[in-house]
């Protein structure tokens, strides 16, 4: 078979209101990771008392607590701001799928990497027979879309992937039928629910 190489991106549809949520949460780390160091300098500075005297360790706990709640939050807001503008790229080659994560179009980062011989089931995203992988407990469910309606000229789709990392997974992605058409023929019909949409 010849060789053969796709590469198609889930972008975000509602781009507007995803730039908002990420400029709120790196605005929001920025301000308590800049809260933290103010309130260790001010307190450090104003500090009359030796904080080692007495229960040292109750004194200087309670005089960095402040801080570190704000460290830790301005960590969660930075961690959780790429989750709003996150976009995926899908490339296949000749029997190879690798799905990277793209934050803010400039961080990219590969997520999963398998062979279309450890696909056991793929189809569309509202069968009967997605719905019951997805209550099976032992199967990871991972969304590889950042979107909750499909975008123009594209459809959401799922596969059903073992050995993945020794895992098992079912993976939703966004696709266009071109890259699903291509995609089928390298997949065993058996692997291929009734109905899908090429």
Do not use: H
């Not at 296949?92 to 997520?111: P, Q, T, Y």
């Not at 509202?126 to 309606?149: A, F, G």
């Not at 073992?162 to 058409?181: A, C, H, Q």
Request: aromatic share 16%; net charge positive; glycine share 6%.
């Amino acid at each position: 078979m010849r060789e053969v190489f796709l590469e198609e991106t889930a972008e975000i549809s509602d781009f507007r209101s995803a730039k908002i949520k990420y400029n709120i949460f790196f605005i929001c780390s920025i301000l308590f990771y800049a809260i933290g160091v103010i309130y260790l300098v001010v307190t450090f500075l104003s500090l009359k008392v030796d904080p080692l005297t007495g229960n040292a360790f109750l004194n200087v706990l309670l005089i960095l607590l402040p801080a570190l709640i704000c460290f830790v939050a301005g960590f969660l807001f930075g961690i959780f701001k790429g989750k709003f503008y996150t976009e995926y790229d899908y490339t296949f080659v000749s029997g190879s799928m690798r799905i990277n994560a793209v934050i803010n179009k400039s961080s990219n980062k590969l997520l999963y990497c398998f062979d279309t011989n450890q696909i056991e089931k793929i189809g569309n995203y509202d069968s009967e027979e997605y719905k019951r992988l997805y209550l099976m407990p032992d199967i990871k469910k991972v969304k590889l879309t950042p979107n909750k309606t499909p975008s123009e000229n594209k459809n959401f789709y799922y596969a059903f992937v073992s050995k993945v990392g020794g895992k098992k997974y079912l993976f939703t992605f966004e696709l266009s039928n071109n890259f699903i058409k291509t995609l089928l023929q390298f997949i065993n019909l058996t692997s291929i629910d009734r109905g899908i949409r090429k």
